[in-house]
């Protein structure tokens, strides 16, 4: 391993980038894992309990501070209204502190409720319009009260069938029930704009895409972002391109990531696309690397279910791929790059990215690991730890709060 280190110092020093430099921003890089991904979910079709799976908040929260006491990069975690719903929001904070984490976005459920049939913030009832509008105002009271500032939101509004409704006056409709929320959004918060092509809605949907949700955040105001789900385009979509246009209008709140070959398949990130994830990253650090102030303020969160793999050790595995692509992208000699791309050197350009991709960086995050106190191996340490079991033995299959339908 350390020999491997060294080659990297000197590869890096040769393009004349100081490995240390390297290592402080991958120390500094932190990743925010999901209450929803440690319960018990699934699909439609089947939702296979896990043995030890969590079943409340506090559970979630025990859980994830096992992935943080091994990976030393996740000390936060997102939160989702109702499913994660307390009594004493204080208490759970002080629990949360006891285990090393603080609690993150706060995600909205504008889906779940029987009153949503035809949307929440877009529905044409002013009625349905108002409860979505005040449960997500709730939200805000939540995440104020755990000193959280970031509230997310996704909406699963839209149409089955042309003619169900009328396009304009939803988008009329949501504006006006954005705006009630902006309103209230406290100065040192921010809100988050998920969009997604498809599903639940499978002709029309309020927040298909990027430039939607950038106009909506643009006609709110400055603490209005978008929030990028990786799961979320259609096939072919450039998400590295969107990045780069979000970040030129700094308006790139933050990601989702997860990974999928077809659809929202909530798969573990970088596990079949990580090459995307790596093109992401780079476009990250080159706006960092020209002064994009955008580009040091957004919210790396994962997103995703783990439907038959263990449910700790997928998200491990899934902020093991995401410090990869990451690391890799800090690799890339961006001088010689734009020598290349500036002279039109196609390949020369591309061969730049390349050898940072082709980068085995495990060396360099198990130095930074060890330089934590950690195990330069999390996945061997947490197997080694006897947690999963542990769970498994204590935490009977009884009445769980995953809140996936049928979980
Ligand atoms: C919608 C989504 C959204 C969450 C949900 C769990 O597909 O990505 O971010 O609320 O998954
Ligand atoms: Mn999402």
Request: net charge negative.
């Amino acid at each position: 391993m350390a020999e491997h280190f060294e080659q990297i110092r000197v590869t890096l020093a040769q393009q004349g980038t100081d490995i240390e430099q390297v290592i402080a921003h991958i120390q500094t890089f932190s990743i925010e894992t999901p209450s929803w991904g440690y319960g018990n979910s699934g699909t439609r079709f089947k939702v296979f309990p896990w043995p030890g799976a969590a079943r409340d908040l506090r559970e979630k929260l025990a859980d994830a501070a096992q992935v943080q006491s091994v990976t030393g990069c996740c000390p936060t975690v997102a939160l989702h209204i109702p499913w994660d719903q307390v009594d004493d929001w204080q208490e759970i904070k002080t629990y949360a502190e006891h285990l090393g984490l603080r609690l993150g976005a706060v995600n909205p459920n504008l889906f779940q409720d029987h009153a949503y049939r035809f949307g929440s913030l877009s529905h044409f009832d002013k009625g349905v319009r108002s409860q979505a509008i005040a449960h997500v105002l709730s939200c805000i009271e939540i995440a104020h009260s755990i000193d959280s500032n970031v509230v997310s939101l996704w909406l699963a509004d839209g149409t089955n069938y042309p003619g169900q409704d009328d396009l304009r006056h939803r988008r009329h409709r949501l504006l006006d029930s954005l705006q009630a929320i902006y309103a209230a959004l406290p100065d040192t918060m921010r809100l988050l704009i998920e969009y997604k092509f498809f599903e639940p809605a499978f002709y029309s949907t309020d927040l298909p895409d990027w430039g939607t949700s950038l106009l909506m955040a643009q006609k709110l105001g400055r603490n209005a972002e978008v929030l990028v789900d990786t799961g979320h385009h259609p096939q072919g979509t450039n998400i590295a391109q969107i990045v780069a246009q979000l970040l030129d209008e700094d308006r790139l709140g933050g990601f989702h990531f997860n990974d999928r070959k077809y659809a929202d398949d909530d798969l573990i990130a970088g596990s079949l696309n990580p090459f995307e994830l790596f093109c992401i990253f780079n476009e990250i650090i080159g706006a960092q690397h020209e002064g994009n102030a955008n580009a040091s303020r957004i919210a790396y969160m994962i997103d995703q279910s783990h439907n038959i793999e263990p449910k700790i050790e997928a998200m491990i595995q899934s902020v093991l791929h995401i410090q990869t692509a990451y690391a890799k992208a800090l690799l890339v000699d961006h001088v010689a790059l734009q020598q290349a791309q500036e002279s039109g050197d196609v390949l020369g350009a591309y061969r730049v990215l390349q050898a940072a991709y082709e980068t085995d960086v495990r060396p360099l995050l198990a130095e930074v690991r060890v330089r934590q106190g950690l195990d330069p191996d999390p996945i061997a340490a947490f197997r080694s730890s006897g947690y999963a079991e542990q769970v498994a033995r204590e935490r009977t299959l009884g009445e769980s709060v995953s809140g996936y339908p049928g979980a």
